[in-house]
């Protein structure tokens, strides 16, 4: 599907493919394109688009280059977002002269955005410089309110951890499992994030060298330095919540270990108290003709005594020496 947008009054205007308004057309956007959408694309740009084996090759040299006067970006960016298992893949941006082409197939949020807002009111995307401008500092921000929202998440689950409430053993394991799988879930989307990151800083770095070579105007080199100001400062915090999460995990893990080691010492002390009635008990079994306390009245109620003296002392000294 090819979706395309043209200018008018400062404002992006949806246009009716690449008919008879094609030279009119600033940005055409492709989604999961057919052959012969590529084939279209390439006759009205006039150089040739990567395909998707293309497009997922991790390469720099294959990400990022410039070929028959057009520059080739390809960054990794999450769709589906809402939750914390989002759809990471390619997309790659050619801006060839006054034209830009958007290349995908998945559906990020930024792409639905910007070109609403962009038809709503004048943003400056007058050129396809700007354009590509302004759906990048899009794209950044919806990263940025991802990492947002994961780092209240994250927030929430360190308060689940160090200040539980509940004191039944069976509740907080169960407490403890959920927050192992929530913790791997936020994990798993900020190495996402950074991913997408890393690749957009890469992306903003090629590009602000391009158009400094081609001597492009002033706000645009500006603004790019901007985007690229604030990939790095989102990497950042992405890598501290990665760390955070990371420090919420082995604190978790220790919590576990705290319960864990807390029954076994409550078995360990068990066994240590009942050892000494079960060593009288045992004496006091054998069944030996000299036994001075076999026909004595008092023996039974004396090796109770017994008993109950050897399970009490041992008890006494744990609780004294702070052991329970």
């Given at each position: 599907?090819i979706r ?27 989604l999961?394109p057919?052959?012969a959408d590529?084939?279209a694309?390439?006759a009205?740009?006039g ?12 390469e720099?040299?294959s990400?990022l280059?410039a070929e028959?006067g057009a520059?080739?970006m390809?960054?990794?960016?999450p769709?589906h977002?809402?939750?914390?298992a989002?759809?990471?893949s390619?997309?790659t941006?050619?801006?060839a002269?006054a034209?830009l082409?958007t ?10 955005t910007f070109?609403?807002?962009?038809q ?6 007058t050129?396809?410089?700007t354009i ?10 919806r990263?940025a309110d ?5 780092g209240?998440?994250?927030d929430?689950?360190?308060?689940d951890?160090?200040?539980t409430?509940?004191s ?5 394991d ?6 192992l799988?929530?913790i791997?879930?936020?994990e ?6 950074r991913?997408s990151?890393?690749?957009?800083q890469r ?9 400094t070579l081609?001597k ?21 915090h ?6 955070k999460i990371?420090?919420?995990l ?18 360990s ?9 079960t060593l009288?008990a ?9 036994m ?5 009245t008092?023996?039974?109620?004396f ?8 399970a ?8 004294r020496r702070?052991?329970?």
């Amino acid at each position: 599907m090819i979706r395309s947008f043209v200018v008018d009054k400062d404002r992006l205007r949806a246009s009716d493919g690449l008919g008879e308004h094609a030279d009119a057309v600033v940005w055409a956007d492709l989604l999961r394109p057919t052959d012969a959408d590529e084939q279209a694309i390439e006759a009205w740009l006039g150089v040739d688009v990567p395909t998707r084996e293309e497009m997922e090759e991790i390469e720099i040299s294959s990400r990022l280059y410039a070929e028959d006067g057009a520059l080739f970006m390809t960054a990794t960016l999450p769709a589906h977002t809402d939750d914390d298992a989002p759809s990471m893949s390619p997309v790659t941006f050619v801006l060839a002269g006054a034209r830009l082409v958007t290349i995908r197939y998945h559906e990020p949020r930024a792409f639905e955005t910007f070109p609403a807002r962009a038809q709503k009111v004048a943003t400056g995307c007058t050129t396809s410089e700007t354009i590509l401008l302004g759906l990048l500092e899009t794209i950044v921000d919806r990263l940025a309110d991802i990492l947002e929202r994961a780092g209240r998440d994250v927030d929430q689950i360190s308060r689940d951890i160090f200040q539980t409430t509940t004191s039944k053993p069976k509740k907080r394991d169960q407490n403890f499992q959920n927050l192992l799988k929530t913790i791997g879930r936020k994990e798993d989307l900020a190495s996402n994030i950074r991913d997408s990151l890393m690749t957009l800083q890469r992306l903003s770095g090629f590009l602000g060298n391009a158009l400094t070579l081609d001597k492009n105007g002033k706000d645009v080199r500006a603004r790019v330095k901007t985007l690229s100001r604030d990939v790095s400062s989102l990497s950042d915090h992405a890598a501290f919540m990665s760390q955070k999460i990371t420090f919420l995990l082995d604190a978790t893990l220790g919590m576990i270990n705290i319960e864990q080691n807390a029954i076994i010492k409550i078995f360990s002390v068990a066994a240590v108290v009942f050892l000494p009635p079960t060593l009288v008990a045992s004496i006091y079994g054998m069944n030996f003709d000299l036994m001075p306390e076999l026909k004595w009245t008092m023996g039974y109620p004396f090796a109770l005594f017994l008993m109950v003296l050897s399970a009490a002392l041992p008890y006494l000294y744990f609780k004294r020496r702070g052991w329970l």
